[in-house]
């Protein structure tokens, strides 16, 4: 009897183990195969940290002028260097990442919900609010992205929020357009026709069952495009449209450190904080094409 007892008790510490065991050849196996996707989630997620923590991981006070610290090269006292005000360029650059990273999601995060409602509508229902959807997305595409933001930003006033409705009002049109293709070769699938003869009014038919199937290439697109905007944020900051000093940013800190060549790592080190979120973006992008392909 008490052998059956451990002969069970053996095989279900095999199983266990070797349950175990492919379970973690799987998430292995995962990252192996979507690769992109982890190497630019890990790299956001650091960005993240860094952003929440900046209080306990920035060395100094980002507004704290030290005149006679000014223009030291980086060393073990300033990790980044400091700039013309003797200010911390590891803390001033830690603590860009808490502008730059929300104010990109935010606005990534109301042009996708905006412009996607917007082309889904334009999509579903045509006619003349397709045309008129349409034709004011097409004048906005028209414009480089650069000239009508700095246009708006100019016409509203230098602030980051004014940089953040121009950002906006700039890149809803892309999700419009891609939601509006999406939609239209949704709502001719057979499912759609089956909800329609049931006696489902239009409403209900595109908001369950033509919309949940139309996310994947806008949510592949905003994880891209959190990248551009930041880009885009700090292009304006760099052009005196965006925050105003001294606030901590990363396109502000640049403009400030090009006239400053010999001083090489005022602009270096805020300039590759935006690469690495960049690239960070751009490989979850890229990994999450891969994994939500229904061809792969």
């Known amino acids: 009897m008490s052998a059956n007892v451990s002969s069970q008790i053996i095989t279900a510490s095999a199983l266990r183990s070797r349950k175990t065991e492919n379970l973690s050849a799987r998430v292995l196996g995962h990252m192996r195969k979507y690769r992109s996707f982890w190497v630019g989630l890990v790299v956001l997620i650091v960005f993240l940290v860094l952003m929440v923590a900046a209080p306990i991981v920035s060395t100094h006070d980002p507004l704290a002028q030290d005149m006679p610290s000014r223009l030291n090269a980086p060393s073990a006292a300033h990790w980044f260097g400091t700039d013309e005000l003797g200010r911390d360029m590891f803390s001033r650059t830690i603590y860009g990442a808490?502008?730059?990273?929300?104010?990109?999601?935010?606005?990534?995060?109301i042009?996708?919900?905006?412009?996607?409602?917007?082309?889904?509508?334009?999509?579903?229902?045509?006619?003349?609010?397709?045309?008129?959807?349409?034709?004011?997305?097409?004048?906005?595409?028209?414009?480089?992205?650069?000239?009508?933001?700095?246009?708006?930003?100019?016409?509203?006033?230098?602030?980051?929020?004014?940089?953040?409705?121009?950002?906006?009002?700039?890149?809803?049109?892309?999700?419009?357009?891609?939601?509006?293709?999406?939609?239209?070769?949704?709502?001719?699938?057979?499912h759609v026709l089956a909800a329609r003869s049931m006696g489902a009014t239009e409403i209900s038919i595109l908001f369950r069952h033509v919309l949940p199937l139309c996310w994947t290439p806008l949510i592949i697109k905003a994880a891209l495009d959190i990248g551009a905007v930041i880009l885009l944020l700090s292009a304006l900051s760099f052009l005196g449209l965006g925050v105003r000093p001294p606030t901590p940013e990363w396109g502000a800190m640049i403009a400030i450190g090009r006239t400053k060549f010999y001083e090489w790592w005022m602009a270096t080190f805020p300039g590759l904080a935006i690469f690495f979120v960049i690239l960070g973006c751009n490989l979850l992008s890229e990994g999450l094409r891969n994994w939500l392909d229904p061809k792969s």
């Open 111 to 190: 042009s996708l919900v905006g412009g996607s409602l917007l082309g889904a509508l334009a999509g579903f229902f045509g006619g003349v609010l397709d045309e008129a959807i349409m034709r004011v997305a097409d004048v906005t595409l028209a414009f480089p992205a650069i000239v009508l933001a700095l246009a708006i930003s100019a016409l509203l006033g230098p602030s980051l929020i004014n940089a953040a409705i121009a950002s906006c009002f700039v890149i809803w049109p892309e999700y419009a357009r891609l939601m509006r293709s999406q939609v239209l070769l949704m709502r001719a699938q057979d």
């Open 98 to 109: 808490q502008i730059s990273l929300p104010m990109a999601l935010v606005v990534v995060t």
